[in-house]
């Protein structure tokens, strides 16, 4: 699903506006449809509350407000701005409104309000009034039910970000299309459950604004999914090799390697220094194991042309091997993982000529901490969200750049994005990124293209988490990933 920021959701209503759709039917479409969803939601409310702004986002409330009135609920509105200012759509609704609203200020919540706010939406430019924000403190001390239209006040929908103190909702009702926000951090914990309604924008004017942000669902790669044909060799199922460290810490690579193999890979093989040979051997059946020692040997071995993707980085050690190892790489389908990554914090400009040389094929995983290590200033740029940093990441490094959170973001230097929303919480576990990285590796190993494996290895290891269930442990990872053809 292709994301909408306000700025294109804006665009679309001119184009709508423009193309003769009346705007303030769209404004009544977008109040009912809030109304109903606060009736289904909270059919034995005592008390409707509604907070309107001053924009349209405040006339979505006015809709609302007059609709909850008509349905025969006891029905108050707090409007913030000055009525007299009211313009358009809103004034119109305002009229028409057959509650009249108090300011702002006389509102007391109660823990039994049920509540709609609409007091900002896609207008949010700036941190809310003071007089607003502890309102909304007020909000959260008395524990009332909050509906949020179209997004929770004090959220930016185009970087999740909480421009002061923020709305937390139960229920989030948006318009044809949600934002990057719904999905970011902290915007998601925010919103509660989002539901996403039709107002009549036609879909030929939503893809003509539409950018390249897309929710990470199956739709986005499915087509890239490696086939699972019973006449497929295990060589055509690729073969990918994990890169492991010494003695006493091959335990990451291996479980790298283990993901690799159950999401499909035809053959593994546990790359380690000789000293490590004895203890992998120890604890691998499947997998095969390969002495590689230096670079002399990687580039020998480097002739066999079955070798389909790579992994390297889990628990591998950081310095100058990794460096060369990566450089020799180079032009490979490779994943560059956590000790890979923190080895050209000195120089990332090392890494990024490599990957300069040649077309798009390796995936880099950061975390915050590794992120922050090769693009310092992107990191540090207090004017990007998350997705314009992990695009200015991708478009520098001319790799896919996977920004691993809670919110994880997948980027192509082509300035594709895509949100990851499938992880539970306690996906956040030792090894877990491990797992992770032998997952996307796999896909690589099975031609999967950069973006698409990446994307696809993220989701997947969000529905392994989801399976495996609260209290996993990254060994359970692999063993809850899900069957590709029952993936819809
Ligand atoms: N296609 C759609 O998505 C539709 C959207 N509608 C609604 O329209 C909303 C957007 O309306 P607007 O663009 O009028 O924006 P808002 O209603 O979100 O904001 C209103 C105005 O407040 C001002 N403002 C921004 N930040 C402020 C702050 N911190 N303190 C005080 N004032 C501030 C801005 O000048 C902004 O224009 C959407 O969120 C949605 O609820 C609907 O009415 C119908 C169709
Ligand atoms: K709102």
């Not at 044809?176 to 009549?200: A, Q, V």
């Not at 999914?225 to 335990?251: D, E, N, W, Y």
């Not at 079955?306 to 790489?329: H, Q, W």
């Amino acid at each position: 699903m292709q994301l909408l920021t306000p700025e294109q959701m804006g665009q679309a209503d001119q184009m709508a506006a423009a193309s003769g759709i009346d705007s303030h039917r769209l404004m009544m479409k977008a109040g009912e449809a809030v109304s109903a969803a606060v009736l289904r939601r909270f059919p034995a409310a005592v008390r409707m509350v509604v907070l309107c702004g001053p924009g349209n986002n405040g006339g979505d409330g006015y809709i609302a407000a007059k609709a909850l009135f008509e349905a025969g609920c006891n029905v108050s509105i707090y409007h913030f701005g000055d009525l007299a200012n009211l313009k358009g759509d809103v004034a119109q609704a305002f009229n028409a409104c057959p509650v009249k609203p108090q300011p702002l200020a006389a509102y007391a919540p109660k823990a039994n309000d049920v509540v709609v706010d609409a007091l900002f939406g896609a207008g949010l430019t700036r941190s809310l009034d003071p007089a607003v924000q502890s309102l909304i403190l007020n909000l959260r001390k008395a524990g009332s039910n909050v509906v949020a239209v179209d997004l929770p006040s004090g959220i930016s929908g185009g970087t999740g970000a909480a421009l002061g103190t923020a709305v937390t909702a139960s229920h989030t009702i948006t318009f044809m299309r949600p934002k990057p926000g719904h999905f970011l951090l902290p915007g998601r914990e925010h919103c509660g459950t989002l539901e996403t309604f039709d107002i009549g924008i036609p879909q030929r004017i939503l893809t003509s604004v539409a950018g390249n942000t897309y929710l990470n669902e199956p739709s986005l790669w499915k087509a890239h999914l490696p086939a699972t044909s019973i006449q497929s060799h295990k060589f055509k199922r690729g073969h990918l090799t994990v890169f492991s460290g010494g003695h006493g810490t091959t335990g990451a690579a291996r479980l790298s390697a283990t993901a690799g193999l159950k999401a499909g890979a035809g053959l593994v093989t546990l790359a380690t220094p000789s000293n490590a040979c004895t203890e992998a051997t120890a604890h691998l059946t499947a997998i095969m194991l390969r002495e590689i020692n230096n670079v002399r040997e990687l580039s020998h071995w480097l002739e066999d042309k079955r070798l389909s993707a790579f992994v390297l980085g889990p628990g591998f050690g950081i310095g100058e091997k990794a460096r060369d190892y990566t450089n020799l790489l180079a032009g490979n389908p490779v994943v560059l993982d956590a000790d890979g990554i923190t080895s050209f914090a000195e120089s990332p400009d090392r890494l990024f000529y490599s990957l300069s040389k040649h077309p798009t094929t390796f995936v880099l995983t950061p975390h915050e901490g590794e992120f922050a290590r090769l693009f310092p200033d992107i990191h540090s740029d207090k004017s990007l969200g998350k997705l314009e940093k992990a695009r200015a990441a991708a478009s520098r490094s001319n790799a896919v750049v996977l920004y691993k959170g809670a919110d994880t973001v997948i980027t192509a230097p082509d300035g594709r994005a895509a949100i990851n929303a499938n992880a539970p919480p306690w996906l956040a576990t030792a090894g877990s990124g491990d797992v992770l990285s032998g997952i996307i590796g796999s896909l690589l190993a099975q031609e999967m293209p950069p973006f698409e494996a990446a994307c696809a290895g993220a989701w997947l290891h969000g529905a392994a988490g989801q399976n495996a269930g609260e209290g996993l442990s990254a060994e359970d990872l692999p063993n809850g990933l899900p069957k590709y053809s029952q993936i819809s």
